[in-house]
Each structure stands twice: as C-alpha cells, then as structure tokens.
C-alpha cells in the first residue's frame, strides 16, 4: 500500500528556513516522480517541486526558484523540501504526493494537483511575525 506522510511544518518568522520531510511507503522512489504541493488558505493547490524518479532531475515553480530544493534519499525513502528565505505568502498546507510515473510533467504550478496520485495528510507552514 502506497504511504506518504508529511512532517517539518512550523511556525516561522519571514525570511526564515524550514525543512519538510515526506517519507514514502509501498513503493520505491525510483518508480515515480514525487512532488511537493502547497495550499494557501482560500486557494487552490499549486505544485511548487518536483524531483524525477529515475533521474533526480528537479523542477520548481517560479514562486519558488532559488529559495526552495527539492532532495530525495532512496535508501531511506525520503523526499525533502528545503525552503529558505520564506515569505508569509509561503504560508499553507505542504502536501507531497507522486506522480503517474518518473516525469515531473505538469508537476509545478496551478495544474499540479489534477495527476497527482497518492497524497500524504499534509503539513501546516505559517510564516509570519
């Protein structure tokens, strides 16, 4: 059975950094691409990393590029969001979930969510003074 479990969130100040940890189960992160999506209170979700299953090759929304990395551990089945100099406008619910396959496609941005397969429960990110 396919398992995602997101942990990390926090309260933090802006310009602050925060990692989140996604740990997998069921599968091997060498099957499918996994990507980090996010929630934002009133909005919809948005694909923000993604890192490619086979390759390692990452992907990042434009909110995002520079300040945030997307890192897997195959052996440990884990998949990290390192976020740095955070806004409030970062702040949400940080979701991991796979892909169809090994690609990013169409993994970042507002139409990350509609191939989004197995979801983990999510992880609040509040970025605030």
């Known amino acids: 059975q396919v398992q995602l479990v997101e942990s990390g969130g926090d309260l933090v100040e802006p310009g602050g950094t925060l990692t989140l940890s996604c740990r997998a189960s069921?599968?091997?992160?060498?099957?499918?691409?996994v990507g980090w999506l996010r929630q934002a209170p009133g909005k919809g979700r948005e694909g923000v990393a993604c890192?490619?299953?086979?390759?390692?090759?990452?992907f990042y929304g434009d909110s995002v590029e520079g300040r945030f990395t997307i890192l897997k551990d195959n052996v440990n089945s884990m998949v990290y969001l390192l976020m740095t100099s955070l806004k409030p406008e970062d702040t949400g619910t940080y979701f991991c979930?796979?892909?169809?396959?090994?690609?990013?496609?169409?993994?970042?941005?507002?139409?990350?969510?509609?191939?989004?397969?197995?979801w983990g429960q999510g992880t609040q990110v509040t970025v605030s003074s």
């Open positions: 979930a796979t892909r169809p396959d090994v690609h990013c496609t169409g993994a970042v941005g507002r139409n990350a969510a509609r191939e989004a397969r197995r």
């Open positions: 069921g599968f091997t992160l060498g099957e499918y691409a």
């Open positions: 890192i490619n299953g086979r390759s390692g090759s990452t």
